[in-house]
T-cell receptor, first 112, second 125 residues
């Protein structure tokens, strides 16, 4: 069981805004560690979407944004498009774990 | 363009060994830490191991500690994962992943900015 908790699924209609939460604890997000987000389409490798909690790599549309607050983080997608339908994973560091790197369980985004 | 190409996956019996390789190009390999991340098809991501640019810091997930060895050859721009005493729960797609920060030696603020296409490892039960 992941120590970063994501909702298994979220959905929204085209054009809407959706958010995906990533809930951690005081040993990871709450300790000040950044959160990164990845997008994965079926049969392909994950792709970096947000790094350092709120930064977009070059080429990622500004419809995607990230934030971190307390022991949680959130990925927001505005102007939802059909092509956004994918799995989304958060990633952070936990100082209480061996190795420390952990992922959330993933969230399936469905565009209605 | 960054390219990471994994190889070495396959079907292997429980208790046996397998060595994965990752050939890197398109960036200064010895500037960056590298990681292995695995994924059971249809399931979530699991970090397996990370290695600093100079190999002076190597970390492992508890699930593979003592069985897997992560190494790199900067002259060959290659990353390796030696997997011993394989178990059915090691089945999955293994991705070679580039760290996004130059010179990282620990993973507190690491992020994974480039991923290979993955190589499938199957350990039957």
């Amino acid at each position: 069981q992941s120590v970063l908790t994501q909702p298994p699924s979220v959905s929204g209609a085209p054009g809407q805004r959706v958010t995906i939460s990533c809930t951690g604890s005081t040993s990871n997000i709450g300790a000040g560690y950044d959160v990164n987000w990845y997008q994965q389409f079926p049969g392909t490798a994950p792709k970096l979407l947000i790094y350092g909690s709120s930064n977009r790599p070059s080429g990622v549309p500004d419809r995607f944004s990230g934030s971190r607050f307390g022991t949680s983080a959130s990925l927001a997608i505005t102007g939802l498009q059909a092509e956004d339908e994918a799995d989304y994973y958060c990633h952070s560091y936990d100082r209480s774990l061996s190795g420390g790197v952990l992922f959330g369980g993933g969230t399936k985004l469905t565009v209605l | 363009e960054v390219q990471l190409v994994e190889s070495g996956g396959g079907l292997v019996q429980p208790g046996r060994s397998l060595r994965l390789s990752c050939a890197a190009s398109g960036f200064t390999f010895d500037d960056y830490a590298m990681h292995w991340v695995r994924q059971v098809p249809g399931k979530g991501l699991e970090w397996v191991s990370g290695i600093s640019w100079s190999s002076d810091n190597i970390d492992y997930a508890d699930s593979v500690m003592g069985r897997f060895t992560n190494s790199r050859d900067n002259a060959k721009k290659s990353l390796y994962l030696q997997m011993n005493s394989l178990r059915p729960e090691d089945t999955g797609i293994y991705y070679c992943v580039k760290d996004g920060l130059v010179g990282t030696r620990n993973w507190g603020f690491a992020y994974f900015d480039s991923w290979g296409q993955g190589t499938l490892v199957v350990v039957p039960s």
